[in-house]
């Protein structure tokens, strides 16, 4: 079998800033990021920009590399959403057979292509702060250990090899096997249409790969697999005739087949920021700022039903630099001398949609989340908890010798009301956009996909990537989408 790998953005291989995992915030809005826009948004940050890395590797290549196994619940519920076979039992293997993991446990893998380590408490206010999480009663804990942490804290494991390069999917699986005679890897090469015959099949693409716009075809032999993440891989399908037959005629695109579930159920993981001056000199060196997690459940001690059982609907990040990118504008204090928490809710409620601005493959998709549209209030109800139990954290005793003034919201900003109107002006993301190609039954019309990735209604066409995801998952998802491109193979490899 022979691959041909096409990429629109350059290769990593020889970009430090991109190689170096401590570098990453050097990447958003660089010319290495697709920065999309979103559309105007009715109760979210408008401001807010979609960070999509356009380079090889793709986000894997300028994330910040915290690396998760998805909670066994995410997997199984997957399942009971129609993706046949994708229960915890069957692709937690597969997490397994991706890694080569520092943790102890008997359920991690030794010699996988995926190098993850632990962070160590090498940050002295990251230390005071998981010292402060146990006094407000929330545990250290050990994350990827196979059970699922609904309240505790610690600092991460990362995907990231141990002189400091992050093992991305480039790094990880691309760069040990460049020189194959069957991989043909083409870089800078824009795939702007999905060829598709008479007979519905998938028979290659259209690419761009020069300056001066003239298109090539690249033909496939067996399949045209699809890995353009959660934005580009609906638009590409649409483009090629693949989505909505309304929404493609408002375009003039003749639909090869109408399948109304591309471009919806666009999920995130909407985040909100609290942030205070450090009393104390903060790190100067990070393994990549971002190195300690906390999760925790709003619903405890209430009686708000969970639709997640066994998981947390709240999770923070720490951050041990100036995150003052959505708040600065809307004239809120800053520091150069900072640490922050990031509440992300872990299962949005709100759903968005991925849609054509035209049918020019150069345009920027238009992409709405609809953040904290959802009926229930769900979504703005974890975002002001996971603030005010931020607060509670930070209040502890063991930060007495970090906390300065809290920079924003601020002490001004006190009752839930408040606190929505700051969280809905000032919100970012995680920048974890899934689900809009997703798979599902096959009798499910707005499941694109069948659980085997292939896109129905066309034969030799499959998508493999974050977009395929029935649900996000609770935590951090590259280690999620790296399974479903560990799995995609061993489908490809059964159909010969
Ligand atoms: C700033 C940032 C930080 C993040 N941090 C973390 C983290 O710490 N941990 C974690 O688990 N997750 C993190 N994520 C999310 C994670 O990186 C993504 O979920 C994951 O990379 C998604 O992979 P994907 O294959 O779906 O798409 P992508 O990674 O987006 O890859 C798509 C690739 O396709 C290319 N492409 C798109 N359209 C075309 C086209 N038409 N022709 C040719 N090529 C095309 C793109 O250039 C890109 O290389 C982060 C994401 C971002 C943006």
Redesign the pocket.
């Known amino acids: 079998m022979t691959v041909a790998l096409?990429?629109?953005?350059p290769t990593d291989t020889d970009k430090d800033v991109v190689l170096q995992l401590n570098r990453?915030m050097e990447?958003?809005e660089s010319g290495y990021d697709?920065d999309y826009p979103i559309e105007e948004q009715a109760k979210g940050n408008s401001f807010m920009r979609?960070?999509?890395?356009?380079?090889?590797?793709?986000?894997?290549?300028?994330?910040?590399?915290?690396?998760?196994w998805a909670p066994k619940e995410d997997m199984d519920e997957w399942e009971q959403l129609g993706a046949a076979g994708w229960n915890a039992e069957s692709t937690y293997p597969l997490f397994q057979r991706l890694e080569t993991n520092d943790a102890d446990g008997d359920h991690h893998g030794r010699s996988g292509p995926v190098h993850l380590m632990t962070i160590p408490p090498h940050d002295p206010c990251g230390v005071a702060l998981l010292d402060a999480c146990e006094q407000a009663g929330i545990p250290r804990t050990e994350f990827n250990s196979g059970e699922t942490v609904v309240k505790g804290a610690n600092f991460f494991q990362?995907n990231r090899q141990e002189d400091g390069t992050r093992a991305s999917?480039s790094v990880s699986y691309l760069h040990p096997i460049l020189e194959r005679e069957n991989l043909t890897v083409l870089t800078d090469?824009?795939?702007?249409k999905i060829l598709i015959d008479d007979e519905k099949r998938a028979t290659g693409v259209e690419?761009v790969a020069n300056a001066f716009g003239r298109g090539e075809t690249i033909t496939a032999n067996r399949e045209v697999i699809v890995?353009?993440?959660?934005?580009?891989?609906p638009?590409?399908l649409m483009l090629s005739g693949i989505g909505p037959a309304e929404h493609l005629a408002e375009h003039g695109i003749e639909a090869v087949v109408d399948s109304p579930g591309v471009g919806e159920h666009l999920q995130d993981h909407p985040e909100a920021v609290i942030a205070w001056d450090a009393k104390q000199p903060m790190i100067t060196e990070g393994y990549?700022w971002?190195e300690i997690g906390i999760f925790a459940d709003t619903r405890e001690g209430t009686d708000v039903p969970s639709d997640k059982p066994g998981r947390p609907d709240l999770m923070m990040h720490y951050g041990s630099v100036p995150f003052d990118m959505h708040t600065l504008r809307q004239g809120y204090p800053t520091s150069d001398n900072t640490f922050c928490l990031t509440p992300n809710i872990t299962h949005a409620k709100s759903r968005g949609t991925v849609r054509l601005r035209s049918r020019d493959?150069r345009d920027k998709p238009k992409v709405d989340p609809r953040y904290f549209t959802d009926a229930e209030g769900h979504d703005m109800r974890v975002a002001v908890e996971g603030i005010k139990l931020a607060r509670q954290i930070v209040s502890q005793p063991a930060m007495a010798d970090w906390a300065g003034e809290e920079l924003f919201p601020g002490k001004d900003v006190q009752t839930d009301e408040e606190i929505a109107d700051y969280v809905s002006r000032t919100h970012n993301t995680?920048?974890?956009?899934?689900g809009t190609v997703r798979m599902g039954a096959v009798q499910d019309e707005m499941s694109p996909l069948d659980p085997e990735l292939r896109v129905k209604g066309v034969t030799g066409l499959r998508v493999?990537?974050?977009?395929v995801m029935p649900e996000l998952t609770t935590?951090?998802?590259?280690?999620?989408?790296m399974m479903i491109?560990e799995r995609c193979a061993d489908l490809v490899k059964a159909s010969r």
């Open positions: 096409l990429e629109a953005g990453w990447l958003l697709w979609h960070a999509r890395a356009k380079v090889l590797g793709g986000c894997s290549s300028h994330n910040s590399c915290i690396a998760f990362i999917s090469s824009w795939v702007r690419i890995s353009a993440g959660a934005i580009d891989s638009k590409l990549q971002w493959f995680v920048y974890h956009p899934a493999a990537d974050a977009s935590v951090n998802p590259n280690i999620t989408t491109g």
